[in-house]
Every structure is written in structure tokens, then in C-alpha cells.
């Protein structure tokens, strides 16, 4: 399940890249093998110079809606199959952002009662695999660089964008020193080494239009 949420995701990326007749690479996994999901995501590699500001936000945006597309269906199966009226036990639990709380009051699983945090010996394999597909698709959305928010703030915003994520970098950073939290010290490395500020594209004057905006 977790291979199919990452898969949609990436295809949603080339097939966009396809459509735009930008040089990219096929979808490639990247093992991690001692991360609790096995996985650091998947990734396509791509000459992004050649798109104009248009053809960089529906590939940077493609990859989330597309992997949203199996990652919800799979979280509301796995949802179904909680069953959270067991003791709660086990060396870690999941935290739980709005949608699946949202999810949760509309599928009333078992024993549900407001929870906040699932136990690991209340999770189930699709529900975990959902809860890493929307995981992947918040890293994937921060704003900076060559992220699909990356993509996505500087057609929005141009070179101002670059600003925008020279501040969150600088959030995220501060949230990590003073919060002491350590989960995110390998996403936030990683996006130091791309660089925070993306690359102009082949027409950055191209118009947006009010629904790619809104969306």
C-alpha cells in the first residue's frame, strides 16, 4: 500500500512531465531500511529548466493530488479496520492530523472516543500506510526548493518565493533547536544541501489564471 501511494505520486509527476514534454526519468524508490517504513520516498529526476512557470506548478502539484487519490482510499480502509476498545501498549503511537481525526468521526471505529495518539498495538498495516501517504505528501509540500512546494510557491510567487522559504527554513530550523524534536533533522539536512531558493523557469512571466490560484 505504501508502494502505491509513493508509485501515484511519481507517476503523477512524469505524466505531467510526459504531457509537457519535459526530460524526466522514470519513478525510483529510495531504500532506508532501518526507518521504521523502510522507505525515504521516491523521486524522478528532471531538467525543470525547460518548463515555464505554467508547466513547473502542474508538475509540482501533480504528484500530491495524485497520491492523495490512493492514500485517502487506503486510510479510510484502514480506518475501518481499527479497533481501538484494546489496551493501548506498544514502544511508540501516531499523533493524528485533522483529516484522519475528520475521518475518524465519520467512520466511528470501534472504542473511538476523541483519541488524539493510536498505539502501535492498535495500528493495522493500511492505516499506517495511509497515515505515512499523507506524511510523505506534508514533506513533500514544504515550500523550498526543488520540493513540490517548492514548485508550487515559486509559480505562485516568483522570486519572492525565495524569501518565503528562506523564512520557513529558518522556522523549521528554530523549531528544532528550542522544541528539541529530532524527527525532522534528516529532511531539513537534505533540503540544506539543495538549496533553499528554486530556479527561475524557461518563461517566468506566464500567467497562473485564477484556478490554478485558487487550488
Known amino acids: 500500500a505504501v508502494i502505491a501511494i509513493l508509485l501515484s505520486h511519481e507517476m503523477g509527476h512524469f505524466l505531467a512531465t510526459v504531457y509537457y514534454r519535459i526530460p524526466a526519468s522514470y519513478p525510483m524508490f529510495l531504500p ?11 523521486l524522478i529526476g528532471m531538467d525543470g529548466r525547460q518548463a515555464d512557470r505554467k508547466e513547473i506548478y502542474d508538475i509540482g502539484i501533480a504528484g500530491p493530488l495524485a497520491g492523495l487519490v490512493i492514500a485517502i482510499p487506503v ?11 484494546g489496551t493501548a501498549s506498544g514502544p511508540w503511537a501516531v499523533a493524528l492530523p485533522p483529516l484522519i481525526q475528520m475521518l ?7 472504542g473511538f472516543n476523541g483519541n488524539e495518539t493510536i498505539a502501535f498495538s492498535q495500528l493495522n498495516p493500511l492505516f499506517m500506510a495511509g497515515w505515512v501517504g499523507l506524511l510523505v505528501t506534508a514533506l513533500n509540500m ?7 512546494g517548492g514548485h508550487i510557491l515559486y509559480a505562485l510567487t516568483s522570486r519572492w518565493g525565495h524569501w518565503l522559504s528562506r523564512g520557513f527554513m529558518v522556522f523549521a530550523i528554530a523549531y528544532l533547536v528550542f522544541a528539541e524534536n529530532v524527527t525532522l533533522i534528516l529532511m531539513v539536512a537534505l533540503v540544506l544541501l539543495m538549496g533553499t531558493d528554486h530556479p527561475p523557469t524557461r518563461d517566468d512571466p506566464v500567467r497562473l489564471g485564477w484556478f490554478r490560484t485558487v487550488l
Do not use: R
Open 75 to 85: 486510510l479510510c480502509m484502514g480506518i475501518q479496520q481499527l479497533d481501538l476498545s
Open 142 to 148: 514544504m515550500p523550498v526548493s526543488q520540493l513540490d
Open 104 to 110: 475518524l468521526s465519520v467512520f466511528e471505529p470501534a
Open 32 to 42: 532506508f531500511p532501518v526507518s521504521p517504513i523502510g522507505t525515504l520516498g521516491a
